[in-house]
C-alpha cells in the first residue's frame, strides 16, 4: 500500500498528480492526504478573517485556529478542495471518496488548545486553539473502503473523542495512518524538489538520507519543512521503511518522487 501525502500550496499540479494516481491505481492500493492551506488563506483574506501564523520556542510554524477561522477550514479543506480533487480523479476513472478526519471519526485527536509560542523574543501561552494531535485512525473504515477499490482522499480536521472538531497536522496524522495500516512506503509532495541544505537555493537538493541519521538534517528543515522532517521521523519510529519527499509541481510529481528525483529517505 502506498500512502501519498500532497501540501496545499497554490502550485502543486493537482492534474499531474490524479493523473499518476490513475496509472498506478491498478497496481498498487493508495490512499491520498491532502492539505490547502493557499484556499483557506485566500478565503480567510476575503472573509476578512486573520490568518496567525505562530511559531513554537522549537522554532516548529503552525497556523492558531479559532472559531471563526475553523469555519474557513471546513469551507476550504473539507469542501472545495476535497471535493475538487476527488472529481479530478473520478474524471480519470479513479473511484475516489473524499473524506475529512471527522468523517466516521476517521482521526480521533487529543485536544491541545494551550499552546507556547514565541513572539517578539519571548515565549507565551497561547489558549483557545481548536488543535490537537491524532492518535487513533478508523481503520476499519478505511479497509473497508480500499477492499471494495475505493480510493480514500483524506483531510483535516480531526475530531476528540468529544465529538469537537480539531485541526491537526497533517505530517504526524500520516505517520499514525501509517503505523495502525502498516504502511511501509509514503510520497510527500510539496512545493520545493525536496529537502534543501539551502531553503532559498532548488539547487542544493539533499538526495538520499539515511534513515538513522534523520536527527542530523533537522538543521536544514526550517518553519513548515521542520513539521514535515517531524512527521518522517514519526513515520519512521513507526515502521516505514521508505519515504519520498518530492516536487509537487512536476509534469508527474508521484512518479517523478517514486523515480528518486527528490529526497530519499531509507
Known amino acids: 500500500m502506498l500512502l501519498i501525502k500532497v501540501g496545499g500550496g497554490k502550485t502543486i499540479n493537482w492534474e499531474g498528480i490524479c493523473k499518476d494516481i490513475s496509472l498506478l491505481i491498478s497496481k498498487e492500493k493508495i490512499i491520498l492526504v491532502h492539505g490547502a492551506s493557499y484556499w483557506r488563506d485566500k478565503i480567510a483574506e476575503k472573509l476578512s478573517i486573520p490568518v496567525k501564523a505562530v511559531v513554537s520556542p522549537s522554532g516548529v510554524s503552525s497556523v492558531y485556529t479559532d472559531e471563526k477561522l475553523m469555519e474557513v477550514f ?3 479543506y473539507a469542501g472545495l478542495v476535497n471535493k475538487k480533487f476527488v472529481a479530478m480523479l473520478q474524471a480519470k476513472g479513479v473511484n475516489a471518496v473524499g473524506l475529512s478526519g471527522v468523517d466516521g471519526r476517521l482521526w480521533i485527536a487529543k485536544p491541545k488548545k494551550d499552546i507556547l509560542i514565541k513572539e517578539d523574543g519571548r515565549v507565551k501561552l497561547l489558549t483557545g486553539n481548536l488543535t490537537g494531535r491524532v492518535e487513533k ?3 476499519e473504515l478505511l479497509n473497508l473502503l480500499i477492499e471494495r477499490n475505493y480510493l480514500p482522499v483524506i483531510c483535516s480536521p480531526a475530531i476528540s473523542s468529544e465529538g469537537e472538531i480539531l485541526n491537526t497536522d497533517n505530517d504526524l496524522a500520516v505517520a499514525v495512518m501509517a ?3 502498516k504502511i511501509k512506503k509514503i510520497v510527500i509532495l510539496f512545493e520545493s524538489p525536496g529537502l534543501l541544505e539551502n531553503p532559498e ?3 542544493s537538493l539533499i538526495r538520499q538520507i539515511n534513515k538513522e541519521k534523520i536527527e542530523d538534517y533537522f538543521q ?3 518553519g513548515r519543512m521542520r513539521k514535515k522532517l517531524m512527521g518522517v ?5 513507526v515502521g516505514v521503511e521508505i519515504i519520498y519527499m518530492g516536487d509537487g509541481r512536476l509534469e508527474n510529481p508521484v512518479f517523478s518522487a517514486l523515480e528518486g528525483k527528490g529526497t530519499v529517505i531509507r
Do not use: G, H, W, Y
Open 74 to 76: 471546513l469551507m476550504t
Open 137 to 139: 485512525v478508523n481503520t
Open 179 to 181: 503505523e495502525s495500516l
Open 201 to 203: 537555493d532548488e539547487k
Open 220 to 222: 536544514f528543515a526550517k
Open 233 to 237: 521521523k514519526r513515520a519512521i519510529e
